[in-house]
Each structure stands twice: as structure tokens, then as C-alpha cells.
């Protein structure tokens, strides 16, 4: 697991599988901890790297409802979660989702964990919207396409945007709700682009600005090629386009072709 200090009151933590990404906020004598790395020992580190660092954890954020973003309380037992209304309602929908695709994960990759996940307290907040922290606020940013729920978090003293599953140097764009959603949230997501200095997507990252906006826009071209029906695996962006994303493009164009009936 690699840390990454981006501002004195901000690191990231990049996860060794999917290079899942994790960031602490820190304001005065608080600090969240927002989406989580995933292998046991990843998580069994993080109390200790916050203690070192001086960020005296206080709650946990979690971008999304998938799973692999959610695991926070496995190194921070009895803590409360903060989540986008629309990811509250996700879970309550599908409860013991996330526990069932943890758990196939770990038998897939013969892992044992200390304690199953609880996800406890799970608090809606109102997206958009602000969250305090210390004795300031993050800005919340609707951000759904990817999936049902979700949001972005704005660190304006910091100029840092941890926008989730968007904007991934590792990744292609997932439209698993709507194309004109994903664009959507995009679009949302430009202006704090511009204005930022470090841009943390959910998997590959951090990165400076110029490298997040480059993202964007191949994403925006991808998802308009995508609706457009003109789409092939040459289509992809240059540095994604190896077989797993070649693997996740068929799985876009199954979903439009589903979405399009027989
Ligand atoms: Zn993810």
C-alpha cells in the first residue's frame, strides 16, 4: 500500500488490488477517512499511519455503495459512516450485498479477516451539500452514472476532489446506471477539475489536474462513442486498453445492448 501526502491536512493511500484509493481528511482535531484500501493488512495498518501522521480519526466517508469502497469500519470498528442519501438508500435496499461480495472476493483470493464487516451506523447526508470537519466543511457533489448513488467531495482549503469511480487513469468509464448520467456527473466534476490541485479517483491516483482533465475528456469522447453505436475495441483510451479493459468495454456494450431490447 502506498501513502501519498498532497497537502499537509490530506494523504491517500492506494490499495495494492485494483489500486483502490483511500484518502484522510484532516481539519483541527478531526479526520475522516474516506472509501478504504482492501486487503486485511492494508486496513490493519491505517489506525497506526493516521496516529503517526497526526490526523486524529473522527469518521468515516464513503464515496459509493460498491463494496470495495465501504470496508473503512474493518480498521475503524464502531465508527460511524457518512454517505450520499442516495448510497443510504442503496444499502437499505440491498442489504448484506456488500458483505456477500467481500466475502467472494476473499474466498476467490484465500483471505481471512479478523472480524466480519458491520457497516453500523450509516449516515445520509444531503448531497448536494456540506459536511463539517473540524472547524471547516467539505462540499458534497452528486455524482451518479457509475452506479445508482453516490457523490464527490470537494476539499476546498485544500483544492483536492476525491470524486470515486470517475476520472480513473486505470480504468474505463462504467456506465452501470445511465450514459447520460456518467456524462452528467462529468460535467459537474469539469469545473472542480479547473479549480483543482490534486484530483483522487477511486482507482490509479492521485493525479495533478492537467492529468485528471486529460481523463475527462477521453472518458467524455469514450461515453459519447459508446451511445453513438460507434464504438470498438479500438475505441478505447490509449493506456486502457489491455484485456480487463477490453473485458469491461464488452460488458458496456452488453448493457446498452440489454437496455435496447431484443
Ligand atoms: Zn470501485
Redesign the pocket.
Known amino acids: 500500500m502506498r501513502a501519498t501526502s498532497v497537502h499537509e491536512d490530506v494523504i491517500v493511500v492506494e490499495s495494492r488490488v ?1 489500486r ?1 484509493t483511500a484518502t484522510v481528511v484532516r481539519s483541527g482535531s478531526e479526520a475522516f477517512l474516506i472509501d478504504s484500501p482492501v486487503f486485511p493488512d492494508e486496513l490493519e495498518l491505517l489506525p497506526a499511519l493516521l496516529e503517526q501522521a497526526n490526523f486524529p480519526f473522527s469518521g468515516l466517508i464513503a464515496t ?1 455503495g ?1 463494496w ?2 465501504l470496508l473503512g469500519r474493518l480498521a475503524f470498528p464502531g465508527a460511524a459512516l457518512g454517505v450520499a442519501e442516495t448510497t443510504a438508500a442503496r444499502l437499505r435496499a440491498h442489504p448484506g450485498a456488500a458483505q456477500r461480495s467481500l466475502r467472494d472476493f476473499d474466498e476467490r483470493n484465500y483471505l481471512t479477516r479478523p472480524a466480519p464487516l458491520a457497516l453500523g451506523s450509516v449516515e445520509a447526508l444531503p448531497v448536494p451539500g456540506y459536511c463539517g470537519l473540524g472547524e471547516r466543511e467539505l462540499e458534497l457533489h452528486p455524482a451518479a452514472g457509475h452506479t445508482v448513488d453516490g457523490m464527490a467531495i470537494w476539499i476546498p482549503w485544500a483544492a483536492v476532489l476525491v470524486c ?2 470517475y476520472l480513473s487513469p486505470v ?1 474505463i468509464p462504467t456506465p452501470e446506471t445511465s450514459i447520460d448520467g456518467y456524462l452528467a456527473t462529468l460535467a459537474r466534476l469539469e469545473p472542480l477539475v479547473d479549480r483543482a490541485d490534486w484530483v483522487v479517483p ?2 490509479g491516483g492521485p493525479l495533478e489536474a492537467n492529468a485528471a482533465r486529460a481523463v475527462l475528456h477521453e472518458d467524455r469522447d469514450y461515453l459519447d462513442r459508446l451511445r453513438d453505436g460507434r464504438s470498438s475495441g479500438s475505441a478505447l483510451p490509449p493506456g486502457r486498453r489491455d484485456a480487463e479493459q477490453r473485458r469491461l468495454h464488452d460488458c458496456n456494450l452488453a448493457r446498452i445492448r440489454a437496455a435496447d431490447g431484443p
Do not use: I, K, L, S
Request: without cysteine; aromatic residues 10%; hydrophobic residues 10%.
Open positions: 485494483w483502490t459509493h460498491d470495495d469502497h470515486g469511480d480504468e477511486g482507482h
